[in-house]
Structure formats: C-alpha cells, structure tokens
C-alpha cells in the first residue's frame, strides 16, 4: 500500500491507494474514532456496483449507515441534490458524530463533501473515490461544492475529508472514456510542477492505458503527493495552489455552455490545457517544442485537442470565462506555463489573445 499524507495541522490525513480497499472501508473508518451513524453518498452507476461492499463493510466494522443515491452526471451537483441530501440525513437522525462517504467520481466526491460541510454547520466525511480523475485530483485537497447555471463550482467550501482511500480495483470498472478523461489531469501534473513525471507519462502511457495496477499505483501516488505539496503550501487558493487550474478556465467554460453534457470534465480541460499551451507561447515564452510536445501526449491519450464552436457558442464561451472563480477586477486571469514543470498564475491576457486563441485553437 502506498500512503500519501496531507499536512495540514490538525486537519491533516492520509491518502491510501492499493486495491482491495473497499472491503476494509469499516476498519478504516473505525481508526479514526467517528461516530456509529453514517451516510453513504454515492450516484445511481457507482452504487450498482460498489454500494453493497462499502455498506457491508461498513456493517461488520460496527456502523449504522444508510445509502443515499442521486443521479449520475454533472447536472446532480446542485443545490437541488444538496437538499436531497439533507432531507435523508435528518431522516436518517444524522448528528454531529456521525459522518459521510462520498463514494464515487468527481461529482459525489465535490456534492458529498459540500453537504458534510454545511449539514449541522459541519460534520466528518471520508472520500472514497473510484475514478482516475477523483482519485488524483478532487477528492484530495478539501474544495467541495456545487455547480449553478451560470458557472461551475460557483457555490462551494474549503472543508478537508478525514481520509481519502484510492481502491485500484474500482479503476477495472471505468469505462473506457472516463479512463481516458482521468488521464488530463494525470498529465496536468507533470505540466504544472514535474517534468520528469510528464516525461515518464511519454513512455509509459501504453501501460497506464492498459490500466497496470504497479504503473497506475505509482503514477496516482506521484500526483497525490504534488496535490499534497501544493495543498499544504495554499490551502484556500491564495498563491501557487492557483497552479493546479491550468487549463481550467477555458475547460469550466465549455462545461458550462454545453450544459454539462457533451463532455466530460477530463475532456473539456484537455481541449483548455491545449489552448493554455499555445496561448503561454505568446505570453509566457513556452518553447515551441514544448507545445508540441503537450499537444501529443493528449491526443495520444484519446483525448480532444480542440472544439467545434460557431460564433454564438464562442461569445458564449467568453462569457462563461469571464463568470470564472479566477476573474478578478472583472479580468480573465489565467494560468501559463513557461516550461514544462513550470507555470505562473494570475496572469492577466488581453482580450484580443483571448479571442486569437479561441478562434486558433478551439474553433473551427
């Protein structure tokens, strides 16, 4: 088992990641001394396959759960779920003791996290991610929170999970697409903080892909500790934890105008990584090889390159850019990067380079 830690004084945790996790869920749990009473949040495809382990587990380890399921898809993370949510904790006579697993991808992770902590001003919660994405990126590092129509994580908390356990085995069950969308934030890494890892992704992508446990454990474990890092060193997003949104701000948009159905999160921050490549070689001085580079290892990863936009869609995209968590004084500010492994944030662009990229890199 390899172990991450994420120091953050008293509200510091670990990350475990090996397979056969999901069984040993109660003992876990039970290490950390939380209440008997719990909730496991979880959606309607991830809980088919993994609710009953993780509630049997639960059961042997001395719990008293309950199993609370909201659609799958981006459009369940809403304040319209988070009040399901509440109503089926009261129900359930859920107190301050007890506590949540959010058992599933991204949007559980970020739904259930969000509803631990609002419900009853704050309450514990375990993350137990079983998607690449969740599993490298947002079940660690305490953002949680819900979409609006207008945007994207418009509404959400700083709020730490008490333990996040990454089960390789759940990675069998992902379909091929959403394997693939995982992989963008994988390779966002190595272009945010370490060229090495970015390097080691070039060679030994055919194995990621071919999902091998010993190459997929070590690669998660690498990204974890980079998030871990970054986390410990910016906790509320104040400096260089603003790195982690590369490619982000282009990505949230095209979510938001495609009303979170076209793509996936992995896919639209792809297409956003790509166009914030290019855009750092007229701002930021990103070698031209480089770009290159970035360019291929995304499309050798499966993953969309670019988008499809008419004028309307791009005016649009605009728009939802500018309703970005990352505007300030009403400017777009992005992420860039200099080199692989290196990037610099807050950087103010024009509009005119903003509109060039767009009508470069995204449409047709």
Not at 132 to 155: C, H, I, R, T, W
Request: hydrophobic content about 45%; glycine content about 8%.
């Amino acid at each position: 088992m390899r172990i991450v830690n994420v120091p953050l004084g008293k509200r510091s945790y670990g990350i475990k990641i090996s397979g056969e996790l999901l069984c040993r869920l109660g003992a876990e749990c039970a290490r950390l001394k939380l209440g008997r009473r719990c909730a496991i949040i979880t959606d309607t495809n991830v809980g088919r396959r993994f609710a009953k382990p993780a509630y049997n587990s639960l059961v042997r380890a001395g719990f008293d759960p309950s199993l609370v399921i909201v659609p799958a898809g981006e459009t369940a993370k809403s304040l319209k779920s988070v009040h399901t949510c509440y109503d089926r904790l009261a129900l359930h006579r859920i107190e301050r003791k007890s506590f949540i697993v959010a058992l599933g991808g991204g949007v559980v992770g970020d739904l259930a996290g969000f509803v631990a902590a609002s419900y009853l001003r704050g309450i514990p919660f375990v993350q137990v991610p079983t998607t690449l994405l969740a599993q490298v990126d947002s079940s660690v590092g305490g953002k949680v929170g819900v979409n609006l129509k207008a945007g994207k994580n418009l509404v959400g908390a700083f709020y730490q999970p008490r333990l996040v356990l990454c089960d390789l085995d759940t990675l069998r069950a992902l379909p091929e697409r959403e394997f693939r969308a995982g992989l963008a934030e994988v390779i966002k890494y190595g272009i945010i903080h370490d060229a090495p890892l970015f390097a080691r992704l070039e060679r030994d992508l055919p194995k990621l892909l071919r999902r091998d446990l010993k190459t997929l454990a070590a690669v998660i474990a690498r990204c974890c500790e980079i998030k871990a890092d970054v986390v410990s060193r910016d906790e509320t997003e104040n400096g260089v934890r603003a790195s982690l949104n590369f490619g982000h701000t282009i990505g949230h948009a095209l979510e938001a105008i495609s009303s979170y159905d076209r793509f996936l999160h992995g896919e639209a921050i792809s297409i956003g990584q790509v166009a914030a490549a290019k855009l750092s070689a007229k701002v930021s001085g990103l070698p031209a090889r480089d770009v290159a580079r970035i360019t291929e290892l995304f499309k050798r990863a499966g993953l969309p390159t670019c988008a499809k936009l008419n004028v309307r869609q791009r005016v649009k995209l605009f728009s939802a850019m500018k309703l970005d968590k990352k505007v300030s004084g009403g400017e777009i500010r992005f992420v860039l990067a200099k080199r692989i492994g290196k990037v610099v944030w807050g950087q103010r662009v024009t509009p005119a380079l903003i509109a060039l990229s767009l009508d470069a890199h995204i449409s047709d």
